[in-house]
């Protein structure tokens, strides 16, 4: 994993996307790439050792790999969709669980909230969350 960074930082140079819009995920594919194909020439480097994938099933790993890429942009645009739904105290609510530096404990002092009712909120906002993201994927899957 070391390696492939520091081949990515080596070739930066050699990134170029299409536009502002799509440089994250062109970013990720270009680095996909270069992670496939410093994981073949190590791959080719351990040959000899009888517990290394063959080629051909390195090459399935990185092809599903690809594949799964794209429903995970897809799911990535979809959540930060839906929290940009939010009013910013809520997003900052369900975000806090994930941030570190942040917690409930945190926004219920603040506040002046129960934690316990805090936790409840996340939960429903979970929810809420889910239902939306799975509209915006199942719309996203309808319409092209």
Not at 49 to 62: G, T
């Amino acid at each position: 994993m070391q390696e492939m960074a520091l081949e990515c930082w080596k070739k930066f140079d050699e990134f170029s996307p299409a536009g502002p819009d799509t440089s994250s995920e062109e970013f990720v594919r270009w680095a996909c790439v270069i992670a496939r194909y410093k994981t073949l020439s190590w791959q080719r480097d351990k040959a000899r050792d009888r517990l290394v994938f063959r080629e051909s099933v390195v090459e399935q790993l990185a092809q599903a790999a690809m594949v799964n890429l794209d429903q995970q942009e897809r799911e990535r645009r979809a959540i930060e969709m839906c929290l940009n739904k939010l009013p910013a105290d809520q997003r900052r609510l369900v975000l806090s669980v994930y941030s570190p530096g942040e917690s409930i404990a945190m926004i219920a002092t603040e506040t002046g909230e129960k934690a316990r009712r805090l936790y409840s909120k996340v939960n429903s906002l979970r929810k809420l969350l889910l239902e939306c993201v799975t509209g915006q994927i199942m719309g996203d899957v309808e319409h092209g």
